[in-house]
């Protein structure tokens, strides 16, 4: 079973906050001892978090579910009940994060970006927090927060400095395995590699750089013809494109025609592909005796090679090494890494029914209060939806007067400013 999986669906689960606690001091010789109910502690947030140490996504492919833990409730006597312990999900460096509709969400590329995947719940304020001079004896407290709970889609685009890109059974995986240590499956039929593989270059001097063998492309490989979006969405992120090119006899297109093919491709999947650095290198020249030079079946070729014989090989390695210092040396200094927390929407008014439903996290808490049948309860929850101004979005989404409206499991109807 292959053990690299670059892309997978996630189901996260954020912590619920706790209740906050409805209590009043009761000792020897305190006649009315005042509320002292505790607040209930925050549900843990999932985190996504890239790590240099994870090379694909084969943990989610199994168990796809990560959730966070639960705060505890608030007690009396002003005990807090403990946050819920936070969840980091290890993802690799280059992964893509998308909701169910392919709307990219973040994209960690560097060790240590995180991406807020679920927030957890905040925690209800206990009895104690709503003592003001008018409300001497409050006897409600607020509920948690459900957490947030939601399916997101992670995709791996590979990290790498140079991508070998060529047709099926040109030599890919050969090259790599003779220039790395890598070790990719190698046959003489097409599409022996179907996943990418990753390899470390070490020159004499001690410089370094990671190589990608991609799956054999062809023609339509932009459109989805032989699973080719898929392997072009690692070339994305490469510094630097190796255009093999056949020149074994036995090859479906001459060199000029599979170059074209290729540029075409890069093309219609990211334009901007074409204004990498490249290096455009005949291989398999042990099948072709006599093709030496800069030219071969009428394709411009910067190295002619053979990874099986071994010819051109150290003058690929120092031109590779050459086009990655000069594409590294363009880059911006590194920052430090990137933090992505959504931008969380207030409230909304949409049709429900013959009704209306107001959604929205903020709205949802100015309701959640753990007994609305006492009137200075309902009061608050008023207070609060007036200060949001739920009840002017109401009016202006066309709320009429006994229409039912329902905020989170509140359900009342309508009234108009006057009439109220």
Do not use: Q
């Given at each position: 079973m292959s053990q690299f999986?670059?892309?997978?669906?996630?189901?996260?689960?954020?912590?619920?906050?706790?209740?906050?606690?409805?209590?009043?001091r009761r000792e020897a010789h305190v006649a009315k001892g005042g509320p002292d109910g505790g607040d209930g502690g925050s549900g843990g947030?999932?985190?996504?978090?890239?790590?240099?140490?994870?090379?694909?996504?084969?943990?989610?492919?199994?168990?796809?579910f990560r959730r966070a833990g639960d705060g505890t409730h608030g007690q009396g006597k002003r005990r807090h009940g403990a946050a819920g312990r936070e969840l980091l999900a290890p993802v690799?460096?280059?992964?893509?994060?998308?909701?169910?509709?392919?709307?990219?969400?973040?994209?960690?590329?560097?060790?240590?970006?995180?991406?807020?995947?679920?927030?957890?719940?905040?925690g209800g304020r206990g009895n104690a927090r709503f003592l003001s001079n008018r409300r001497r004896a409050p006897a409600f407290a607020e509920q948690g927060e459900v957490g947030e709970e939601r399916w997101l889609r992670l995709e791996l685009k590979l990290l790498a400095d140079v991508a070998l890109v060529g047709f099926p059974n040109v030599g890919k995986s050969t090259l790599i395995s003779r220039i790395s240590a890598?070790?990719?499956?190698?046959?003489?039929?097409p599409f022996t590699t179907l996943e990418p593989h990753l390899g470390v270059v070490r020159l004499d001097d001690g410089y370094e750089f990671v190589?990608?063998?991609?799956?054999?492309?062809?023609?339509?490989?932009?459109?989805?013809?032989?699973?080719?979006?898929r392997f072009l969405r690692?070339?994305?992120?490469?510094?630097?494109?190796?255009?093999l090119l056949d020149l074994a006899p036995v090859a479906e297109r001459p060199p000029a025609e599979q170059l074209e093919v290729l540029l075409a491709e890069l093309a219609a999947y990211q334009p901007d592909l074409l204004e990498r650095e490249r290096v455009v290198i005949g291989s398999r020249a042990d099948l072709a005796p006599g093709t030496d030079g800069d030219r071969a079946g009428g394709a411009e070729l910067h190295l002619t090679v053979s990874a099986v014989t071994g010819t051109g090989i150290p003058q690929l390695t120092g031109r590779l090494a050459d086009a990655v210092r000069r594409a590294r040396a363009a880059l911006p200094e590194p920052g430090q890494f990137v933090v992505h927390r959504p931008v969380r929407a207030g409230y909304q008014v949409v049709r429900e029914g013959g009704g209306w439903a107001v959604e929205g996290r903020e709205a949802t808490r100015a309701v959640a209060l753990s007994d609305l049948t006492r009137?200075?309860?309902?009061?608050?929850?008023h207070r609060r939806l007036h200060r949001l101004g739920v009840d002017r979005a109401l009016a202006r989404a066309g709320a009429k007067p006994g229409d039912p409206v329902r905020i989170g499991s509140l359900v009342f109807d309508y009234e108009d400013d006057e009439a109220s």
């Open positions: 999986v670059d892309e997978c669906n996630l189901h996260v689960k954020a912590g619920d906050g706790g209740a906050g606690s409805v209590s009043f947030d999932v985190w996504l978090v890239a790590d240099h140490n994870v090379a694909s996504l084969l943990a989610f492919k199994d168990h796809p690799p460096e280059g992964a893509v994060v998308l909701d169910r509709d392919g709307t990219v969400l973040a994209d960690l590329v560097r060790a240590g970006d995180r991406y807020l995947a679920a927030e957890g719940g905040r890598a070790k990719p499956k190698i046959a003489d039929y190589v990608a063998d991609i799956p054999g492309l062809i023609e339509g490989a932009s459109e989805g013809r032989g699973l080719g979006d690692h070339i994305e992120r490469a510094r630097v494109l190796c255009l009137p200075e309860a309902l009061a608050e929850a």
